[in-house]
């Protein structure tokens, strides 16, 4: 996919906000050769998902030896609506805390006490993470109204042909 298509997908307004959410899925390529798909938090900085994780996670290893993965962020609702997007993981590890991290969970409800207990914890149990940084090379929006599954319009192309 070129990268202006991309843009396209991406700055439509159901993708503006289904990458506002605050949860994504990550699949990606375990050492061991079987697929591996982990919820994991995420931000957009308008060209790039950052995920961030503790510097011993699992993942990790995986993502060094095979750096491309799929990401699938959607909702919980019917129709629902989903953004797929695939690229590959530059991982960059940073001492103490990112601020995307602090950023990517400021999204759920705390009170002004919570947050400071829970970023106090942060910082005590984390020395440092890594971000793991991904740019879009594909990406798909269906929202079922204007654009479905790949496999379902070609579904729809025969039917048409059927009919026609």
């Known amino acids: 996919m070129h990268a202006e298509e991309i843009a396209g997908i991406l700055n439509r307004p159901l993708s503006r906000e289904l990458l506002a959410r605050d949860l994504t899925r990550l699949a990606y390529t375990a050492v061991d050769g079987t697929p591996r798909c982990v919820p994991i938090a995420f931000t957009w900085n308008g060209s790039r998902i950052v995920l961030c994780t503790t510097t011993n996670a699992p993942k990790l290893p995986a993502l060094r030896a095979n750096p491309d993965v799929a990401l699938t962020i959607d909702t919980e609702v019917h129709p629902p609506r989903i953004l797929l997007l695939r690229g590959r993981a530059e991982l960059d590890e940073v001492d103490g805390i990112p601020e995307e991290y602090l950023q990517m969970n400021g999204t759920y409800t705390m009170t002004a006490e ?35 599954p790949s496999a379902i319009e070609e579904l729809n192309r025969e039917r048409a042909a059927r009919n026609a």
């Open 114 to 148: 919570q947050r400071t207990e829970w970023e106090a914890e942060v910082r005590s149990l984390y020395r440092g993470m890594v971000r793991i940084v991904i740019t879009p090379t594909w990406a798909k929006l269906i929202d079922f109204e204007t654009t479905l």
